[in-house]
């Protein structure tokens, strides 16, 4: 489906469960089985989005499985493996004020409290503690970095981010 740019991937169809078209699922949702409550998805079979609907879904021990409308036999479930699980971006719950996407962090430029350029957001690492982003230095940096890994700690070292400006401050060294 070509109306769908950039879908957010939520997880992954994985290995045939039985003879009746039920497959394991890979939620990358917080809580798994949170994928549900997304509808319809998007799957990315040969390179294209189409949209699906789950049938029926439930947990099998500690793993998720699903059978997909029209999905009946486990010849038609195989042909689905591995493939990508997606939704349209207009479907992403709206957060609270202070609370962020990944997503939308990345590329964001990062400038500390005296004005220093940092660079941009490249990754986010989640670490347990804390996220930390992985901020891309310039090509040019002043203090010959490559890149930074600045804690994602609010009111500690991230001040403000500004989505709109696509704009991180920091409270952070740029020698670190």
């Known amino acids: 489906m070509s109306s769908h740019q950039d879908p957010i991937v939520l997880g992954k169809l ?15 949702t917080d809580s798994a089985e949170d994928i549900f409550d997304y509808s ?9 989005w189409r949209e699906v609907k789950v049938d ?7 793993a998720l499985i699903a059978v997909l409308e029209g999905i009946t036999t486990r010849d038609q479930a195989q042909m689905l493996t591995n493939c990508e699980i997606a939704i349209p971006a207009e479907l992403m719950k709206e957060l609270p ?29 989640e670490t ?6 992985l901020v891309k230095a310039n090509a040019k940096d002043g203090f010959g970095k490559t890149e930074r890994m600045i804690p994602f700690v609010t ?22």
């Open 97 to 125: 004020e202070d609370e962020f996407y990944w997503r939308d962090l990345i590329g964001c430029k990062v400038v500390n409290t005296k004005g220093y350029d940092m660079g941009k957001v490249e990754q986010i690492v």
């Open 40 to 48: 319809p998805w998007l799957i990315k079979e040969q390179g294209e």
């Open 14 to 28: 994985g290995s045939c469960h039985g003879i009746k078209g039920w497959l394991k699922i890979t939620s990358y």
């Open 128 to 133: 347990g503690s804390n996220d930390v982003l």
């Open 56 to 62: 029926q879904w439930r947990f099998q021990g500690k």
């Open 155 to 176: 009111e500690q070292f991230i001040i403000e981010v500004n989505l709109s400006d696509k704009q991180i401050l920091v409270d952070w060294d740029p020698d670190f």
